[in-house]
């Protein structure tokens, strides 16, 4: 029976029990594919990550990444917390607060800054592309909130999610989706899930975001904090000439409508490259038993 280190973390989280939980295994070179999986879905949170040894010229550390039902080629807050675990166990050493994380959608830059005690990540997300598939299927209540009649698309930089802004931020906060539908509209259209958005001026942020995954997490089916949805909404913004500020920053909101307050901080550089980040907050540190 191995015997393996665990952390589970809270990220996009200002304080512990406002982020998206997210199981880390630190040492799981002796398990299979088929073991992580069935540890993923036994630990039952949105996201597990397995980290192993390096293999990519240059990468500091390795991760995968499983829901309880499949792996994913890249997530965000698993990702975020994937470098903040690494960082913080002593897993790899930023140069110059940089690392390079290596997971299956490529090896991708992380920025690290802050005390020891209260880290900030920066995460590079993969490429977004906009993918030509058509919104057939959208459930009509979801499509009559959009704003100024915006049509959903599907934005892909690992995981893929169909996004579309809501006429405004109380759209967005007060929306009780058909699950069902959404399930059966995900599943047709090979999404992760759909996310929603709209500007608000809150306290400390710009922007509110919602992120559904009925088809891809059925146990989790309004995901808390989502990194890859709001790093595709970074993309879809800069396409539209919408970013905020000079600097493409802003902070969105998520997570309040499942008892959160997560926080995601992003920026679009001026080479088109979606960084999101924000605090991690360790919860659990301790062994698992696991044939």
């Given at each position: 029976?191995a015997?393996l280190?665990?952390?589970?973390?809270?990220v996009f989280?200002?304080?512990?029990g406002?982020g998206?939980?997210?199981?880390?295994?630190l040492?799981?070179?002796?398990?299979?594919?088929?073991q992580?999986q069935?540890l993923?879905?036994w630990l039952n949170?949105?996201?597990?990550?397995?980290?192993?040894r390096?293999?990519?010229p240059?990468?500091?550390y390795?991760?995968?990444?499983?829901?309880p039902?499949?792996?994913?080629?890249?997530?965000?807050?698993p990702s975020?917390g994937?470098?903040w675990a690494?960082v913080?166990?002593?897993?790899?050493?930023p140069?110059?607060?940089a690392?390079l994380?290596q997971?299956?959608?490529?090896?991708l830059?992380?920025?690290?800054?802050?005390p020891a005690?209260a880290?900030?990540?920066?995460l590079?997300?993969?490429?977004?592309?906009?993918?030509d598939t058509?919104?057939g299927?959208?459930p009509a209540?979801?499509?009559a909130l959009?704003?100024?009649?915006?049509?959903?698309?599907?934005?892909?930089?690992?995981a893929r999610w169909?996004l579309?802004p809501?006429?405004?931020?109380n759209?967005?906060?007060?929306l009780?989706p058909d699950?069902?539908a959404?399930?059966?509209w995900s599943?047709a259209?090979d999404?992760?899930?759909?996310?929603?958005?709209?500007?608000?001026?809150?306290?400390?942020?710009?922007?509110?975001?919602?992120a559904?995954?009925p088809?891809?997490?059925?146990?989790?089916?309004e995901?808390?904090?989502?990194?890859?949805a709001n790093?595709?909404?970074g993309?879809?913004?800069r396409?539209?000439?919408?970013l905020p500020?000079?600097?493409?920053?802003?902070?969105a909101?998520q997570?309040?409508?499942?008892g959160?307050?997560?926080?995601?901080?992003v920026?679009v550089?001026a080479q088109g490259?979606?960084w999101?980040?924000?605090q991690?907050?360790p919860?659990?540190d301790?062994?698992?038993?696991?044939l």
């Amino acid at each position: 029976m191995a015997v393996l280190r665990y952390l589970q973390l809270d990220v996009f989280a200002p304080r512990p029990g406002t982020g998206n939980p997210l199981g880390a295994i630190l040492d799981a070179d002796a398990l299979s594919s088929s073991q992580m999986q069935a540890l993923a879905a036994w630990l039952n949170l949105s996201e597990t990550v397995f980290f192993l040894r390096p293999t990519a010229p240059g990468a500091d550390y390795h991760i995968r990444i499983f829901t309880p039902t499949r792996e994913l080629a890249f997530a965000g807050h698993p990702s975020v917390g994937a470098a903040w675990a690494a960082v913080t166990c002593g897993l790899a050493q930023p140069r110059d607060g940089a690392l390079l994380q290596q997971c299956a959608a490529g090896v991708l830059p992380v920025r690290v800054s802050g005390p020891a005690e209260a880290l900030e990540i920066q995460l590079a997300s993969p490429p977004a592309r906009q993918l030509d598939t058509e919104a057939g299927g959208a459930p009509a209540a979801l499509l009559a909130l959009a704003a100024d009649g915006q049509a959903p698309e599907l934005w892909d930089n690992g995981a893929r999610w169909w996004l579309l802004p809501l006429r405004d931020a109380n759209a967005v906060r007060s929306l009780l989706p058909d699950m069902a539908a959404l399930a059966d509209w995900s599943l047709a259209t090979d999404a992760t899930g759909v996310a929603v958005f709209a500007d608000e001026a809150g306290a400390g942020h710009a922007r509110v975001v919602r992120a559904f995954c009925p088809a891809d997490a059925p146990s989790v089916p309004e995901d808390p904090v989502t990194g890859s949805a709001n790093a595709l909404i970074g993309a879809w913004l800069r396409q539209r000439n919408a970013l905020p500020g000079g600097e493409g920053r802003y902070v969105a909101s998520q997570g309040r409508e499942v008892g959160r307050d997560g926080r995601v901080q992003v920026q679009v550089d001026a080479q088109g490259t979606v960084w999101i980040g924000g605090q991690v907050q360790p919860v659990i540190d301790g062994q698992i038993r696991w044939l």
